[in-house]
């Protein structure tokens, strides 16, 4: 008998972050597990008056359908703060607004991905574009992730040996790893990217939170038609609104738009323009700097601990921003066990492995610090030193 | 070389209402062309009250991530009211809350349908179910509709010679048409469907909107396990919330959430909480009376205008609730002809052959009533009869 659903739902891997946080949704366990913004930081006084403002000054307008692209002036000011941020010079016209970047991954699969098409990816990886993409069931191919970005010599090795369609990767503060490229590799990457006629697609939701040095410009300035460009008010405003947006060339933009409309027509209107009303009447930057602050303190919070607790033979990467930081166990241990040990101490963390397509990162993990507050860092980083301890 | 896009986005209609709306957008022009509600019934007052008090009582929780599934007081609410109103046993488990009816639509293709799927469609279809299935490639077979439904015997035949995995159908008030299904054509449908082992999609966003006789019960009361239905908020409280709602089994739930999460990991959240308080605070039946008050004299005023001034060739649907109603010409004229020279008198439609499948429908036309005020329904039909009977 035909089965009753699509062979596609069948490779999709069930998401272990989910069926994770499900186990630890107990208040008195320190969770390093989840990828939440600290709510603390949610404007919520902002966001009540600009909805009141906007329902006031327009309520049956707010309140009505709307088109595909989204609202004109709310991409108007995206592109005008990437022209402010770092000079690129991007068009309105050039971006559509999804639910979050999330949305943003499905569509780009939807629209661009045949059934076995190579993508390139990073190792580890982002897990919720691992899940989008599979649904259009590509070859993945993944790369190593070094301390300064891609691993060069192994994305040229997969370019050469495979026909690669995209390369999606996280150049800021990268989740799972907190790393980023270094200007360097971005220049390396683009330059073998162009040559290959493969698109970058460049996933920037953390690109607002760096705490520690400068700014470095994105690889959309080094491959300007062939980067597909993400980004997100999650992280910087509030997720609940789930207001991303891509950008895109407009021969790229004129496919994603059919497949955002057969998608849901539209992206929530009444939630366009009370962001966009909350970003005309306060300081972003200056509610960015609060964040990134806060942020920067929970981070150095754990990375302290975690040298001042954690034997040497575990090592961790140091973000210079975004929530992320990676943690690589001696190869001898592997994390799932390890993370059943710190549950029954109160303590969690994501285990690596399904951050690897292929396999892999059996001894690694990821800690979350931007919803964990300093004091239970410490806390939290020494019940888990004495557990990978024992473990040793 | 090969193609930059995935093959499945070739197959896509354009949006040909999306065009027509373009085309269209002048203020003086009397549109019977779009499809949407009318804004003087958005409850802008309740809108506001509601997102001012969650965003007082809940701030930061209502503007955080949440659970892929949706809000569950709101699902609970759904269920009660499928009870209240049908008597329709629903646990807040089988119902996860979209992007409205339309995402929906794309995560049902998405996680059902293989290349080359048997997909039922009715003649004329809904077209944004069209686009949404295209996607996936199925084989699409369309039944006519008569004026109490679908035709049996073509449905007969069809299962009968044709593995069909989905029926996509709008018994009540259906777009296009506003034809509705009659109870006795429902038990019929329900049973082939049985027999057959088809799931019936049934996408039900006017059923609250009837302003002419009594409630026929969905056909998901006589086919349980095997219907799949899609509710909306759009047309009772305000379509810029794109909030809706699948009803499925708990099996199919569990492989469609995963294609949720994958699309864009939840619905915006802080909406659903509004749209929820709003519902709270307020009578929503009260509030639905007073649409379906005005919607019954709009259409009331549409049929009147044509029965007077349309040539007696020309046969109009006469719809029970809704906001649509169908128009064929005599055979020889083209309503793509007749638009444009409608277009001449400052008076638009949507001409009908989008909304068959395999051509067709070249002499039929779509009229809405929902978002025209009276005086113009007169005024536009009589310019409307003008340039028919200059057609003809």
Known sequence: ??????????????????????????????SFAGGLPNPEFFPVEGIKEAASKVLTEDGTNVLQYSTTEGYLPLREYIADRYFKRQGLKISPEEILITNGSQQGLDLIGKTFLNEGDGVIIEEP??????????????KFHSIPLLDDGIDIESLKDTLAENDCKLFYGVPNFQNPSGISYSDKKRREVAQLLEESNTVFVEDDPY??????????????????????LLGSFSKIVAPAFRLGWIVMSKEKMEKVIVAKQAADLHSNY????????????????????????????????MVN?????????VSCTE?????????????????????????????????????????GGKNTLR??????????????????????????
Do not use: C
């Open 1 to 30: 008998m035909r089965s009753l659903f699509a062979k596609r739902v069948d490779d999709i891997p069930k998401s272990f972050i989910r069926e994770i946080l499900k186990v630890i949704d107990d208040p008195e366990i320190i």
């Open 125 to 138: 990886g982002y897990l919720g574009a691992i899940q989008s993409f599979s649904f259009y069931r590509p």
């Open 207 to 228: 690109g607002e939170l760096r705490f520690i040095g400068e700014d470095i410009p994105s690889i959309k300035n080094y491959l300007k038609d062939n980067t597909i």
């Open 270 to 301: 009444f939630a366009q323009r009370v962001i966009y009303q909350y970003l005309l009447d306060n300081d972003i930057d200056q509610h960015i700097n609060k964040i990134k602050e806060a942020y920067g303190r929970q981070r150095e919070a």
């Open 305 to 313: 601990s975690i040298k001042e607790y954690f034997p040497p033979e």
């Open 319 to 359: 973000p210079e921003g975004g929530m992320f930081l990676w943690i690589t166990l001696p190869k001898e241990l592997s994390s799932l066990d390890v993370f059943e040990m710190a549950i029954k101490e109160q303590v969690a963390f994501v285990p690596g492995s399904p951050f690897y397509v292929n396999q």
């Open 367 to 392: 800690l979350n610090y931007s919803n964990v507050a300093e004091d239970k860092i410490e806390k939290g980083i020494k019940s888990l030193a004495k557990v990978i301890k024992r473990a040793l």
